[in-house]
């Protein structure tokens, strides 16, 4: 059975705050919406009470050419939920399936590849974020240490500033904000962009300028839409990211890495005998 399809609803929702009132009015027809019905322009302007050049300027936004563009992707994708959930591991379960849908239809795989080949070229990595986001950081520090990379997670705010002293071409900086509008963050990420580093943000919330600082920017859901969201780890998401970037990253020189991994795990597991030892 096949899961996965590219579907709009998480660029609308990752564009969101760039929206006027009557845009967001519009989004939130297309992200509620479990009903096909004429999509028409015509149709859907009488539906909102909005004129046809504002749901043309809302697709664009979107990033797509025009309504019709975006209309005939969301019907290609469009499939009527049946709201037919019952108990709390189905719908934890089916929480997490929406939610990696959503991933599927943002992730660009052109985009992981070059963030692959900057990991290969960095001789620093630096990940920061605050809060889940933190948490998240130091995941993606012990993970990519064990297969030789060079790098540090940064959570407290006085250490993101300090480090943004020392950043320079040769590093690369992962910044990691679901909102967007982390200051210590984004002050890391410029700093560091203005001194030749590679910086990279991962957030759920697409605002207008971080192509002036950003190397790339990693969309990724938001679970402010999500069918049951206040139960799923806000962490969670960018896990599944950092897991693919790490996949990427695996398959170049796949067997010295795997060679590195194997040998932390026995320096772990030495460490762990010599101490019930004593």
Same mark, same amino acid.
């Given at each position: 059975?096949?899961?996965?399809?590219?579907?709009?609803v998480?660029?609308?929702?990752?564009?969101?705050?760039?929206?006027?009132?009557? /845009?967001?009015?519009?989004?939130?027809?297309?992200?509620?919406?479990?009903?096909?019905?004429?999509?028409?322009?015509?149709?859907?302007?009488?539906?909102?009470?909005?004129?046809?050049?504002?749901l043309?300027?809302?697709?664009?936004?979107?990033?797509?050419?025009?309504?019709?563009?975006?209309?005939?992707?969301?019907?290609?994708t469009?499939? /009527?939920?049946?709201?037919?959930?019952?108990?709390?591991?189905?719908?934890?379960?089916?929480?997490?399936?929406? @939610?990696?849908?959503?991933?599927?239809?943002?992730?660009?795989?052109?985009?992981?590849?070059?963030?692959?080949?900057? @990991?290969?070229?960095?001789?620093?990595?630096?990940?920061?974020?605050?809060?889940?986001s933190?948490?998240?950081?130091?995941?993606?520090?012990?993970?990519?240490?064990?297969i030789?990379?060079?790098?540090d997670?940064?959570?407290?705010?006085?250490?993101?500033?300090?480090?943004?002293?020392?950043?320079?071409?040769?590093?690369?900086?992962?910044?990691?904000?679901?909102?967007?509008?982390?200051?210590?963050?984004?002050?890391?990420?410029?700093?560091?962009?203005?001194?030749?580093?590679?910086?990279?943000?991962?957030?759920?919330?697409?605002?207008?300028?971080?192509?002036?600082?950003?190397?790339?920017?990693?969309?990724?859901?938001?679970?402010?839409?999500?069918?049951?969201?206040?139960?799923?780890?806000?962490?969670?998401?960018? @896990?599944v990211?950092?897991?693919?970037?790490?996949?990427?990253?695996?398959?170049?020189?796949?067997? /010295?890495?795997?060679?590195?991994?194997?040998?932390?795990?026995?320096?772990?597991? /030495?460490?762990?005998?010599?101490?019930?030892?004593?």
């Amino acid at each position: 059975m096949e899961y996965y399809v590219k579907s709009v609803v998480p660029i609308i929702e990752s564009n969101y705050d760039k929206f006027t009132t009557v /845009e967001r009015n519009i989004a939130d027809f297309f992200i509620q919406n479990r009903k096909k019905v004429d999509f028409s322009s015509k149709s859907i302007s009488e539906r909102l009470f909005v004129s046809e050049a504002s749901l043309s300027r809302f697709a664009k936004k979107c990033g797509y050419r025009g309504y019709r563009e975006f209309i005939y992707q969301y019907e290609e994708t469009f499939v /009527e939920k049946q709201e037919s959930i019952t108990g709390n591991t189905r719908m934890i379960l089916n929480a997490y399936q929406e @939610l990696l849908n959503k991933t599927y239809s943002l992730v660009d795989e052109a985009q992981i590849a070059r963030i692959s080949r900057y @990991l290969n070229q960095a001789e620093r990595v630096f990940v920061c974020g605050t809060g889940s986001s933190g948490l998240a950081a130091r995941e993606m520090e012990l993970r990519f240490m064990r297969i030789g990379v060079d790098i540090d997670s940064l959570v407290e705010r006085d250490m993101m500033r300090m480090q943004a002293v020392f950043q320079d071409r040769r590093s690369l900086v992962f910044g990691i904000s679901i909102s967007g509008s982390k200051e210590e963050v984004l002050f890391l990420l410029k700093e560091a962009y203005r001194k030749g580093a590679k910086t990279i943000l991962f957030t759920a919330n697409n605002r207008g300028g971080f192509e002036q600082f950003c190397t790339e920017v990693v969309l990724i859901p938001s679970l402010r839409h999500l069918n049951h969201g206040n139960v799923i780890s806000p962490q969670f998401p960018i @896990l599944v990211m950092l897991d693919i970037i790490y996949s990427y990253y695996l398959e170049q020189d796949k067997y /010295e890495k795997e060679v590195l991994h194997d040998n932390t795990l026995r320096a772990l597991e /030495e460490g762990e005998g010599m101490h019930r030892s004593f």
